[in-house]
Structure formats: structure tokens, C-alpha cells
């Protein structure tokens, strides 16, 4: 049988299994399993040609009995509503698990950000927050970036929005640059809270970090950051990291600084000095200590899983791997820490960043990095908690620990 690739129905599927061992009752299951509501619009975006071009967008609250809806927004060509519905759901047991006050949305636009010139770029920005200004807002749902969009798209989002509603609201979207009220550590936030877990789970494992092998799949914002932090922070050595376009693999480890330059002239980490050619495929199968999938969904799938040689994977992509790929990792002994556990420290810094916002106040870098690692490192151990009591997978147990937050929200609301 072929395995179901599509995003939502992984999503449902992963919520089915934990609601049997939770025996969650069936009203509650089968509310959870869809999205509260969610907007489907156009974008028309006159183009630099004068044609205008009509673009999709989509704004998914999952789940916001917890608090406002939560979740970043997406530019990508192969967006579709089941991946926007998917990872609004992932969100909604993200900030549960990581017990922000808030539930969980996501936003999706269908383009592709590499094709557009940087002012009809900034023109589909402000169209996708003129057609949800109405369903947005701080106490509503709060965006933020996610994969191709970034500080300057939520510069000019916030822009939009506070001419449209004739007032300074900075806490409405979260991502922006400093300048405009976005918090110190945003922008490496996903990646350093995945370095907290790794740290948490080598020491679970037993396995000592410095000098360990890592490999990373994809190189935006948060692979990136995660190069750089796996070597500042852990001593870890890195030894391949891909992008769109393919990989790049040295055995004595890649120099963050080296890729970086090179990226910022050839726009792709392939071609690097000091390196040989990796592919996708081959970088996830290298026998490493930590694998860290930082791209997009679906990577580890059926075909792959059993290939897969390293020992702990930290999920800092959302979805990478598939329900029957999970089953194959775990009875291989590796060790995973979930996607909505391992990716959490992007939202908890935009928590961060509207509470900053909310009380007019700055944090320095060093207390952001303090309290997210105190987050993410109380999630972890809830998580790791709930596996070794029940003898489950991590990311079943990081469904229980968030869907039982999640549940009794809603049952204290009298929703179910
Ligand atoms: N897009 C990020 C995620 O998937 C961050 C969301 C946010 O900061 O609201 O977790």
C-alpha cells in the first residue's frame, strides 16, 4: 500500500493514536481532529509588468482555547490547505506542549517568493494582511514568519495593518526586525531551542556532544542558525548540510563562516570550497550521531527510514517524518525528538516578543536565551517524563502531554 504523504492526514493520523492511549472521549477526539475555522481568499498583486496576478492565501486557527491563535505564515509554490491546516494543528500542540498561552493557526500564500521582484514581493505581503486585517489581531490570532518569509515581510504586514486600523499595535505579528519591536534572539530562536533539546536528549542518551557528528538537512533560517549554534554552542561538528539544490559533506566538519560566505555569493550552499557533493537522500542516510531535518515535510518517509543510521534526529522542520517511518525509528532505537517539541523556541520567542511588546519593555539576548532554554527544557522533561512512564514514542507522548493541555481547555470552556 502506499503510504499517504498528505500533511493533514498525517496530522489527524498522529491525533488518532494518541487520543486511543489518552482514551480521549469521542466528542473531544472528533472535535480536535479539524480546524476551528479557517479563510480561504485572493490576493490580487499588480505585477512589475502591469498584469495583475491573482494569488491564493489561506489563514487556518486551529485551535484557540488555550489563547490566541498562533503560527507563522508561508510563501511556497506547493502550498495547499491540508499543509496549511496541518501545521496549524502542529502549532495548536506546540505552544501546549511548551505551555504558552496560546493555540495554534498558520497562514499560507501559493507563489513562489524566488520568482518575484522585492516590490511585488511587498505588495502580496500587504495584500495577505489587508485580506485577514479583520481576523488578526492580538487578542485573535498573532502571525509570524515561517519557510520563505521573514523580518522585512512582517515589517511591511505590520506596516499594513496598523494603517489600516489607524493605530501602533507591534504585538500583532511577531518575527519583525528590532527596530519595529522584534525581539532580541528571534531570528535564531528556532534553532537555539533545538540545540537546548539536543543537549537534553545526549543526556538521555548518554552520548557526549562535543566532537559528535551532525548533519542538517536545509539551510534557511533555522539550518542555518543551527549550523552555527551546533558549533558555537555544542561543540558539535557538522559534517553535511543540504539545501533545495543539493548538499555539501566534509568529514572534519563544515565552517559555518566558509558556508555562509559562499552562500551569500552562489544564493545555494552547493559548490562550497572545502567540500565535496552530497544529495538530500544520501546526507539523511549518513551514519552521524544527530541528524537534523530543517527543511520541509515528508523527508523521512517508508522508503528511507530504515537507512537512516543516526542516533538521535531533532526535528527542527515541521512534519519530516511520516507515521510509518516513526515506527520503523523507533523499534531501530533511535532516538527522536519530536517536530512540535524540538522546533518550539521559534513561538516561544514570539511569545516573548509580545510580551515585550505588550509592556513597551526590551529583553537582552542573554535573558531571551535563559528563559527559552528554561521552556523548552521543562517541555523536554515532560515529554521524556510521559515516554519512559508509558513506554511510548517521544512523539506520542509529546501528543499526550499537549492534546490533555489542549482537551481540558476546551472542556473548562464547556466547548465539548
Ligand atoms: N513558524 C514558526 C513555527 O512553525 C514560528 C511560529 C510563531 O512564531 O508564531 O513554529
Not at 82 to 89: E, N, P
Not at 174 to 194: C, D, F, H, V, W
Amino acid at each position: 500500500m502506499t503510504e499517504n504523504l498528505n500533511p493533514f492526514a498525517i496530522a489527524q493520523a498522529q491525533l488518532d493514536e494518541a487520543a486511543e492511549v489518552l482514551q480521549l472521549e469521542p466528542a473531544m477526539h472528533r472535535f480536535l481532529r479539524e480546524p476551528l475555522r479557517e479563510f480561504h481568499f485572493s490576493i490580487p498583486v499588480r505585477m512589475d509588468n502591469g498584469q495583475t496576478e491573482t494569488f491564493r492565501g489561506y489563514r487556518v486557527q486551529y485551535n484557540d482555547a488555550r489563547g490566541p491563535a498562533k503560527g507563522g505564515i508561508r510563501f511556497h509554490p506547493d502550498e495547499t490547505i491540508d499543509t496549511v491546516r496541518a501545521l496549524a494543528a502542529w502549532m495548536t500542540w506546540k505552544t501546549a506542549v511548551a505551555d504558552l498561552p496560546l493555540g495554534g493557526g498558520k497562514g499560507g500564500v501559493i507563489c513562489n517568493p524566488r520568482q518575484l521582484s522585492v516590490s511585488e514581493l511587498e505588495r502580496v505581503s500587504r495584500g495577505y494582511i489587508r485580506a485577514v486585517t479583520r481576523f488578526v489581531g492580538l487578542t485573535q490570532d498573532v502571525p509570524a514568519p515561517d519557510v520563505h518569509t521573514n523580518p522585512q515581510i512582517m515589517a511591511w504586514m505590520l506596516d499594513e495593518y496598523e494603517i489600516l486600523v489607524g493605530h501602533h499595535e507591534a504585538g500583532v505579528i511577531t518575527g519583525k526586525p528590532q527596530e519595529l519591536g522584534g525581539s532580541a534572539g528571534r531570528s535564531a530562536a528556532t534553532a537555539m531551542g533545538g540545540i537546548f533539546a539536543i543537549r537534553e536528549a545526549a543526556r538521555v542518551q548518554g552520548i557526549p556532544l562535543a566532537g559528535s557528528t551532525c548533519a542538517i538537512q536545509g539551510y534557511g533560517n533555522v539550518g542555518s542558525h543551527a549550523h552555527r549554534l551546533a558549533h558555537e554552542v555544542s561543540d558539535l561538528k557538522v559534517v553535511a548540510v543540504s539545501d533545495e539544490f543539493g548538499g555539501i559533506y566534509n568529514p572534519n566538519g563544515l565552517d559555518p563562516a566558509v558556508v555562509q560566505n559562499h552562500l551569500r555569493e552562489a544564493r545555494t550552499v552547493k559548490d562550497c570550497p572545502d567540500s565535496e557533493f552530497i544529495s538530500n537522500s544520501e546526507l539523511l542516510e549518513l551514519d552521524v550521531d544527530v541528524l537534523v531535518p530543517a527543511a520541509i515535510e515528508n523527508q523521512i518517509t517508508s522508503k528511507n527510514a530504515d537507512l537512516i543510521k543516526a542516533k538521535i534526529i531533532a526535528e527542527l522542520a515541521n512534519g519530516p517524518t511520516t507515521p510509518r517511518a516513526d515506527k520503523v525509528l523507533f523499534d531501530k532505537g533511535i532516538y527522536l525528538i519530536p517536530d512540535f517539541l524540538c522546533n518550539a523556541g521559534g513561538v516561544t520567542v514570539s511569545y516573548f516578543e509580545m510580551v515585550q511588546n505588550a509592556y513597551q519593555f526590551r529583553w537582552d539576548e542573554s535573558l531571551v536565551n535563559q528563559r527559552l532554554d528554561n521552556k523548552i527544557t521543562t517541555a523536554f522533561q515532560a515529554v521524556q517524563k510521559m515516554a519512559q512512564s508509558k513506554q511510548i514514542e517521544n512523539r506520542v507522548a509529546a501528543y499526550l502531554v499537549a492534546v490533555a493541555r489542549v482537551a481540558e481547555a476546551v472542556r473548562l470552556r464547556g466547548w465539548v
